[in-house]
């Protein structure tokens, strides 16, 4: 039996339609290693708390949270339901932190650290609310 080319293999093989793609590609944590992406792809693929790509959503949009004007940051001690707030984002990280493995939560709060101090530093805490979300109930 004669031998075809391998054009003419790749022509009658159908082709897939770019349906399968991903609409819009998936955000990355900036800083975080290949282990720690791929620790939180498995999460998020696993845990139903999280969807495609909302640990690392949550990260930039703590990010951006944390960067605005300190006359801005006032949380007033109320827990915000809004989307445009950082605190939905800082719990989604919290739950992050404690569904992954160790070595891959560490690095998680070593990337988390400097946007958390700068967040304290510019922010201090109103006594009349005391809650486990540190974040929470800062003015």
């Known amino acids: 039996m004669p ?11 159908p082709r ?10 998936i955000p990355r944590i900036p800083g975080a290693s290949g282990a720690l992406q ?3 792809v498995r999460l ?16 930039l949009e703590w990010r951006r949270w944390v960067r605005r004007p300190v006359r801005r940051l006032s949380t007033a001690c ?24 160790k070595r ?9 650290g400097p946007l958390d101090e700068r ?3 510019r922010t201090v805490p109103v006594p009349s609310r005391i809650e486990h979300r540190w974040w929470a109930c800062r003015a």
Do not use: K, M
């Open 119 to 121: 967040f304290l530093s």
């Open 104 to 112: 891959q939560a560490r690095e998680l709060r070593r990337l988390l």
């Open 44 to 59: 998020e693929n696993a845990d139903t708390l999280f969807g495609a790509g909302d640990i690392a959503e949550s990260f």
């Open 78 to 101: 109320s827990p915000c339901p809004c989307p445009t707030c950082g605190f939905g984002a800082r719990e989604t990280l919290e739950r992050a932190v404690h569904r992954l493995p």
């Open 16 to 25: 897939h339609p770019r349906s399968w793609r991903r609409s819009r590609p």
């Open 38 to 40: 791929a620790a939180v």
């Open 3 to 13: 031998r075809r080319p391998p054009a003419r293999v790749r022509a009658q093989q």
